[in-house]
């Protein structure tokens, strides 16, 4: 791709949304009132805005490979520090996909040199729940169980964190775990128990 479309590009779009609205960018520059935290995946084939059909200043974004939250990653840690005591969002949202690269090299025994620390949060959770995984013959519907698994558990470490546990007792946030289905463009609710995962992390995990 020529970097100068991009600026092309970019140029149409700005005057399409002055087309609508002479005061887009002006009213955009006052700030941003989110009430979603989203995370999810770089692939490039995963957008969050425009999967969820949202417009800027409704969605507060972090990705990263494979939409992982450890704990020891200052990157997603700060974020969800600002988006839920200075954004005060209303919900977080945790969403993987199927045929998500970073899950797949996961579940391979290649050495991948600097991603071997970062695939090895997956490959733990594959350890966690390696009986039911491994009780699943086909390997794609293995691998796509493997995804759904990930977004549990990193559901679950938010759960753990100080910020969130504090703006659960406070005002109610909640936790969703999500998949978007590339092949079909569906988002789908995992229809996680918050408030029971709430409840059994709090037990080992509780901060006052």
Excluded at 67 to 74: A, E, Q, W
Excluded at 138 to 154: A, G, I, P, S, T
Excluded at 174 to 193: A, E, M
Aim: with cysteine; hydrophobic share 40%; proline share 2%.
């Amino acid at each position: 791709m020529d970097i100068k479309y991009i600026f092309d590009r970019n140029k149409a779009w700005v005057q399409n949304k002055l087309s609508t609205d002479s005061n887009y960018f002006s009213d955009l520059s006052k700030g941003q009132n989110p009430d979603i935290l989203y995370i999810g995946c770089s692939d490039s084939r995963v957008t969050a805005e425009e999967l969820m059909g949202v417009a800027p200043g409704e969605v507060f974004v972090h990705r990263n490979i494979a939409n992982m939250v450890p704990n020891t990653d200052l990157s997603a840690m700060s974020v969800i520090d600002y988006a839920v005591l200075h954004l005060k969002v209303k919900h977080v949202v945790v969403c993987g996909h199927y045929f998500c690269g970073g899950v797949k090299a996961a579940m391979r025994s290649q050495d991948l040199g600097i991603l071997n620390p970062w695939l090895r949060n997956i490959r733990d959770v594959y350890r966690t729940h390696r009986e039911e995984l491994n009780a699943i013959n086909d390997e794609e519907e293995r691998y796509k169980r493997l995804v759904e698994l990930n977004v549990q558990e990193q559901c679950i470490n938010v759960v753990k964190t100080a910020e969130v546990q504090r703006a659960f007792r406070g005002r109610g946030i909640t936790v969703h775990g999500w998949v978007f289905d590339i092949h079909s463009g569906k988002l789908i609710d995992l229809k996680i128990d918050f408030s029971k995962i709430m409840d059994e992390v709090r037990e080992i995990y509780r901060l006052e």
